[in-house]
């Protein structure tokens, strides 16, 4: 089972500024297997990125994804009100999945 | 547009079992491959496991031997089966749908389970 291992575990930020979550792998990410989700309080989690980089349809163009190997980033370049909520990577696919433990994005 | 509705809230006693149901509506014609992920109260998300079309299963090591998924095609629902239960179990048990390289595209609304003496 691959870990991984999310940082920062909370980032405060204000809306318009830029965020930047990180996603580090124990090994390296077969076929860049890498999914990003967001949850909000009572809400199933939504799905943002997969693939490490495509986004999922409908989701806005201010959230990008990158990386490959053990190192992925979910960007959000405009921060926008309803986009403070909890970040969850995913390594996927192979029958043995996992989760990061979740970045909280917080105003 | 697929959505997936699970069965509702449980109340259960510590040695017990819980079934949850997850049917799918919309196209049904087409079975998916399901996860199942849980999430205990202000935790995180856990893999439990997954069924295929074909009913192929696998689970995560945390379970084995204590979860069972299995599926009836003929109309469209899925079901997770945990034995022994533990307070530990405590948790909001989520359905996904698995797309190939697209991970859990489409999630159930969740499912609370209780364990509680």
């Known amino acids: 089972e691959i870990l991984l291992t999310q940082s920062p575990g909370t980032l405060s930020l204000s809306p318009g500024e830029r965020a930047t979550l990180s996603c580090r792998a124990s090994?390296?990410?077969?076929?860049?297997?890498l999914a990003w989700y967001q949850q909000k309080p009572g809400q199933a989690p939504r799905l943002l990125i997969y693939?490490?980089?495509s986004r999922s349809t409908g989701i806005p163009d201010r959230f990008s994804g990158s990386g490959s190997g053990t190192d992925f980033t979910l960007t959000i370049s405009r921060l926008e009100p309803e986009d403070f909520a909890v970040y969850y990577c995913?390594?996927?696919?192979?029958?043995?999945?996992?989760f990061g433990q979740g970045t909280r994005l917080e105003i | 547009q697929v959505q997936l509705v699970q069965s509702g809230a449980e109340l259960k006693k510590p040695g017990a079992s819980v079934r949850v149901s997850c049917t799918a509506s919309?196209?049904?014609?087409?079975?998916?491959?399901i996860n199942w992920v849980r999430q205990a109260p202000g935790q995180g998300l856990e893999w439990v496991g997954w069924?295929?079309?074909?009913?192929?299963?696998g689970y995560a090591q945390n379970f084995q031997g204590r979860v069972t998924i299995s599926r009836a095609t003929s109309i469209g629902t899925v079901y997770m089966d945990l034995n022994s239960l533990r307070s530990e179990d405590t948790a909001v048990y989520y359905c996904?749908?698995?797309?190939?390289?697209?991970?859990?595209?489409?999630w159930g609304q969740g499912t609370m389970v209780t364990v509680s003496s």
């Open positions: 996904a749908r698995f797309e190939v390289g697209r991970a859990f595209t489409t």
């Open positions: 919309g196209n049904t014609f087409t079975p998916y491959d």
């Open positions: 069924i295929n079309p074909n009913s192929n299963t």
């Open positions: 090994q390296s990410v077969r076929s860049n297997y």
């Open positions: 693939g490490a980089s």
């Open positions: 995913h390594h996927y696919g192979f029958g043995r999945d996992s």
